[in-house]
């Protein structure tokens, strides 16, 4: 995993070279991510908890499922693709906004999507350690509260997803 190679883009999200994922993040340089959010029919979303096992944000709670855009995949490629590897489901998604990169984000420019699906799920284990559906306001609150058991980037597009759906 930590040899995997992704691209390395500029500002303008333009692929100006490929590197190692462990150098990607050691450097900080700029590269791609997706994140889905999976909503169920009683309008609930569900967090996973990530796995011990990971480099980053061990043990907290993040989207529903996420990954880095691979070489010579897009943002709409890849984000089917982690859908069904972390989660083990298989349905339409709705791109939704794509954040810029900053330091709080680890250099990623990030595609949102969405979508609806009410499980069951077959999770991929070496990722996620515990899924758990949440109301929206419980959402809030713990965003609202900055609770440290969930990602900072979770934390931010979560507060960027309220902004969009109220548009």
């Not at 680890?106 to 077959?122: A, D, K, L, S």
């Not at 559906?133 to 507060?159: C, G, H, M, P």
């Amino acid at each position: 995993m930590s040899n995997e190679l992704l691209a390395v883009v500029d500002e303008h999200d333009c692929i100006i070279n490929h590197r190692p994922r462990r150098e990607i993040h050691t450097l900080s340089l700029r590269h791609r991510a997706v994140h889905i959010l999976v909503f169920n029919d009683s309008g609930q979303l569900l967090l996973q908890k990530r796995s011990l096992k990971k480099d980053l944000n061990k043990g907290l709670w993040d989207t529903s499922a996420a990954g880095h855009v691979d070489q010579g995949e897009t943002y709409a490629v890849c984000a089917p693709r982690e859908l069904t590897e972390e989660l083990g489901v298989s349905t339409a998604l709705t791109a939704l906004f794509k954040l810029e990169p900053t330091p709080a984000l680890g250099m990623e420019f990030i595609q949102v999507y969405e979508c609806r699906h009410n499980g069951p799920f077959n999770l991929a284990e070496e990722e996620i350690d515990e899924i758990r559906w949440l109301n929206r306001d419980e959402v809030d609150k713990r965003v609202d509260d900055n609770d440290a058991t969930l990602t900072e980037t979770f934390r931010i597009i979560w507060r960027h997803y309220r902004g969009y759906i109220m548009q």
